[in-house]
């Protein structure tokens, strides 16, 4: 398939399958953004989209914890 992106994942049940109903797929090929705790955080992005979310997920989403927030 020449995927360039590292980890992908292929459906056997096709359009049967219960996670075409859970994840909301109307069309192929469709993408999801997850983040490092297995939160969805983009769905379906184009190339310059997915540049777009990644540069605000890195550099500019505010990240205060429960404990750094105390001591602030």
Do not use: C, M
Request: proline letters at 7%; a negative charge; glycine letters at 8%.
């Amino acid at each position: 398939d020449q995927l360039i992106w590292p980890l992908h994942a292929n459906e056997p049940k096709g359009w049967n399958s219960p996670l075409v109903s859970l994840y909301g797929v109307d069309g192929l090929p469709s993408t999801f953004l997850i983040n490092e705790n297995g939160v969805i955080v983009g769905i379906d992005l184009f190339e310059g989209q997915i540049n777009k979310k990644l540069q605000y997920l890195y550099f500019q989403q505010v990240r205060l914890y429960p404990s750094e927030a105390v001591t602030r």
